[in-house]
């Protein structure tokens, strides 16, 4: 069985007397061990639907299975459960935190839910040498570059040995040498480790890498090759100025 | 264990974080609280003077009359009077007891020339006095000659009055060369009269009758026809702390005729005094307290609002609702239990410099000037922490709500 089932998955928000609809019936199937990729252009929902299927938004539409899970109309609590043993979280603008070290940033999902110890020291230092970051366990991370901070966010998703890990839009906020060494780094884990990834961008570079595409317009899967194929085309066509969009207030 | 110890090390670190603001709310903490705690000392000390004055100056720790006097005190009835060497020796044998002093009440006049004066007279023997109420010297103004203090010689019928009878009687004695005559019915009711001779003033030392005489107890016995017998024995004790143990023990010793009060209950106006004094302070500082912890309470909405993407990476990663919570009601606890601390410190600080030196000061009751040794007990400095630790805990209860209530998409939005 699928990792991930989604079936006609809507979502609406209601904004006063209109009402926007950012996902109309999406059907989606994830492999595990999948690289999958999500393109579409900005406002076709990509950022919803990473949020409906990371369980931290509820569709007002359709059905989700995680991992043989129905994720129906559980609590807070139990999202937060689901989220914190199968779910890994990459953000565009890292979210670290800011008062935690490398280490205390990576090891937070699994401190929260009781654990410590050697084994997980052991466990945080494995996955700081995976990204490259064991020189940097006992800075903070505003003495980290860009790309050092998702290297953390990445071992901070990987930490709990989640099912899948989303990341929207992780390279947004990178210049383009340090987007290809964190996708490299993705594809690596992918590739090594088995980490099931899906992951949405704007970035073209990464379809050459993707085991698979799936192209969302204006709420809606659109057949995977073709559309696929004319988002990348259209967005070669764009130059490299669109590939990198740079939100400086989030680069304080 | 483990989940609370590293929440409780995020907590303080957020403290520590946005120093300024922190230290905002920990200065308001600080200034309040201290404040606060000084007053309190200020005041303790005055009551402890208020006491030791009344105590020491006036009343006695403890009162023994007849069964019935008190009740009747405005009459100072002689008729309920007692042979007083042997009470006294019965009492001086309670243990806790520390001193005993006779004394006899009773109205009267005095006449000084062609002027009569009716006032009231406390009569007491000076040596047994000064053990008792050793603060009645300081209260008294040429006083050597009814004490017979500083090698002058006693005058046998002296008497002692109020500065307001001084005034009254000066231009009376002015005029005549005669001794005065102090008057007044005996016990068995009949007109009776001795010489007296005015050696000095009495201050009050608290509210009472302007018109007070002090004079020796065996003139009065004299006087009254009352040899040997006396209305009143104030009492000193070892141990204040242990007032009423030793009240019930004098009782006892005592018997059935007798009865037994304490200062407490004779000069009352004292605890209205303080018991007054108390309520206003537990106002002020009420409200000083609420204002310091919605102080808190701001500080805390403005943390929440400032790390809303924070609070939604964490939901993202899974902290549920009530450990967001717990992280902020903690945060509140540092505040406040740290501004407790330091302004309790301040506060005590503060309280003990006033205290080496003492605090001179007059009050309107009272013709003794007051010297306060300002203290303040370690368990209110423990309770003001404890309440300024737990109130802010309180007050960041909504802050804290508000922050787990957050939607975590929206938060990771930036709210
Ligand atoms: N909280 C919200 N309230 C109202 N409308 C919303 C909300 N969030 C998203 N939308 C709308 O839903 C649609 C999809 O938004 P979404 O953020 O998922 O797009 P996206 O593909 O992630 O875009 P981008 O590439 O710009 O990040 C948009 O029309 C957006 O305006
Ligand atoms: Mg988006």
Redesign the interface.
């Known amino acids: 069985m699928a990792l991930l089932q989604l079936r006609g998955i809507e979502k609406s928000y209601e904004l006063g007397k209109t009402v926007v609809t950012a996902l109309r019936g999406v059907d989606l199937e994830v492999e595990a061990g999948e690289f999958t990729v999500v393109m579409g252009p900005s406002g076709s929902g990509k950022t919803t639907l990473l949020?409906i299927i990371?369980c931290?938004?509820r569709p007002t539409g359709g059905s989700y299975v995680l991992d043989g899970e129905a994720i129906g109309d559980r609590d807070?609590?139990d999202l937060?459960?689901i989220?914190?043993?199968k779910i890994g979280?990459i953000?565009q603008?890292f979210?670290?935190?800011?008062?935690?070290s490398v280490r205390?940033n990576i090891e937070?999902?699994c401190?929260?839910?009781?654990?410590?110890g050697a084994e997980l020291n052991q466990r945080v230092e494995a996955i700081a040498r995976d990204v490259g970051l064991t020189d940097f366990l006992h800075h903070k991370p505003d003495e980290l570059s860009g790309g050092q901070r998702q290297r953390v966010a990445i071992a901070?998703a990987l930490v709990t040995g989640p099912q899948l890990v989303l990341a929207d839009e992780p390279t947004a906020n990178l210049d383009s040498k340090t987007s290809d060494q964190i996708i490299d780094l993705m594809l690596a884990l992918n590739r090594d480790k088995g980490v099931t990834f899906l992951f949405s961008t704007h970035d073209p570079r990464v379809m050459e890498h993707a085991r698979r595409v799936v192209s969302i317009h204006d709420g809606v899967i659109v057949d995977g090759t073709a559309a696929a194929a004319a988002d990348v085309a259209r967005m070669h066509g764009a130059g490299t100025s669109f590939l990198l969009p740079y939100d400086a207030a989030e680069r304080r | 264990m483990r989940r609370t110890l590293s929440l409780l090390r995020i907590a303080l670190r957020n403290v520590l974080r946005n120093r300024r603001r922190t230290l905002i709310t920990l200065a308001a903490l600080l200034v309040g609280v201290s404040v606060m705690v000084s007053v309190r000392g200020v005041l303790n000390g005055l009551q402890s003077a208020l006491v030791e004055n009344v105590v020491k100056g006036q009343t006695g720790a403890l009162q023994v009359h007849r069964k019935g006097y008190r009740q009747n005190v405005l009459a100072s009835p002689l008729t309920l009077d007692f042979e007083s060497e042997p009470i006294a020796e019965k009492a001086r044998a309670v243990p806790g007891v520390q001193a005993v002093a006779p004394r006899i009440a009773f109205g009267g006049m005095l006449a000084v020339g062609d002027e009569t004066i009716f006032l009231f007279n406390q009569a007491i023997d000076p040596a047994a006095e000064l053990k008792v109420c050793p603060k009645r010297g300081a209260a008294m103004h040429d006083a050597g000659k009814f004490f017979g203090a500083g090698g002058i010689e006693q005058v046998a019928d002296a008497v002692l009055v109020t500065g307001e009878l001084e005034k009254a009687l000066r231009p009376a004695m002015a005029k005549t060369k005669d001794p005065a005559a102090l008057l007044a019915p005996d016990r068995d009711g009949a007109l009776s009269g001795e010489n007296a001779t005015i050696v000095g003033k009495v201050d009050l030392s608290g509210p009472g009758d302007r018109k007070l005489g002090i004079v020796r107890l065996d003139v009065a016995q004299r006087l009254l026809k009352m040899e040997g017998r006396v209305t009143e024995l104030a009492v000193a004790v070892d141990d204040l702390s242990r007032l009423e143990q030793t009240k019930a023990a004098l009782q006892q010793a005592l018997g059935e005729g007798y009865e037994v009060h304490t200062w407490e209950e004779i000069a009352s106006f004292v605890v209205d005094i303080r018991n007054m004094q108390n309520a206003l302070l537990s106002l002020v500082a009420a409200v000083f307290m609420l204002l310091m912890l919605l102080g808190v309470a701001n500080t805390m909405l403005m943390s929440v609002l400032d790390r809303t993407r924070e609070i939604g990476t964490m939901m993202a990663v899974g902290v549920r609702r009530q450990t967001i919570v717990a992280l902020f009601l903690m945060e509140a606890g540092f505040i406040g239990a740290l501004g407790g601390s330091l302004g309790g410190a301040l506060g005590w600080g503060l309280s003990s410099w006033l205290s080496a030196d003492g605090i001179s000061l007059r009050l309107p009751t009272s013709d003794v000037p007051y010297v306060i040794h300002p203290f303040v007990p370690v368990q209110y400095l423990a309770a003001v922490v404890a309440i300024a630790a737990t109130g802010a805990v309180l007050f960041a209860l909504y802050p804290a709500w508000r922050a787990s209530r957050l939607r975590p998409v929206e938060a990771l939005a930036g709210g």
């Open positions: 949020n990371g931290l938004d807070f609590n937060a459960d989220r914190n043993r979280f953000f603008n979210n670290l935190i800011p008062v935690l205390e937070f999902p401190v929260i839910r009781g654990e410590g901070r």
